[in-house]
C-alpha cells in the first residue's frame, strides 16, 4: 500500500506551517499561520493553530485519491498536539481519511554552549 499524500505541521517559535506533499516530494500546499490573515504575535495563537489546521482538511477533501495519509509533526508539543488530535485528526477520521502513521520529529534547539560537568 502506497500513502499517496504527506501532511507536515511545523510548530516554530514565530509561526505555524502547513504542507501537504505527494508521495514523491512534491508540494502541492503550502500555509502559514501569517499566510491564513495572522500577524505578528497572533500567529502563534490558538485560533490562528485551527484555522490552519482547518485550511489543510479543506485542502485534503479536494486532493484525488486522498484516502490515506502520513502525518509528520515538527516542534509539536504535548498541549498543542490535543488541539490536533480534537481538530484535524478528528476530522479527517470523519471524513474517512485513514491516518496510518504519525511522525514525531522533534529537534531540541542547542546554540553549542554545554555546562561543564563538575569531576
Keep these: 500500500m502506497t500513502i ?14 502547513g ?16 499566510s491564513v490573515g495572522f500577524k505578528q504575535m497572533t500567529k502563534r495563537s ?22 490515506n495519509i502520513l502525518l509528520v509533526l515538527t516542534g509539536v508539543k504535548k498541549d498543542a498536539f490535543r ?3 480534537k481538530n484535524f485528526i478528528a476530522k ?5 481519511i485513514k491516518l496510518r502513521c504519525i511522525d514525531f520529529d522533534d529537534k531540541v534547539a542547542h546554540n553549542g554552549c ?6
Design 4 to 17: 499517496p499524500y504527506t501532511v507536515h505541521i511545523k510548530m516554530y517559535r514565530v509561526n505555524f506551517f
Design 19 to 34: 504542507i501537504i506533499s505527494e508521495g514523491d516530494g512534491n508540494s502541492v500546499f503550502s500555509k502559514s499561520s501569517g
Design 46 to 67: 490558538l485560533v490562528a493553530f485551527n484555522s490552519l489546521l482547518t485550511a489543510i482538511v479543506q485542502k485534503l477533501v479536494s486532493l484525488p485519491n486522498c484516502k
Design 83 to 85: 488541539e490536533l488530535f
Design 92 to 96: 479527517i477520521n470523519k471524513l474517512n
Design 114 to 119: 554545554r555546562k561543564k560537568l563538575l569531576a
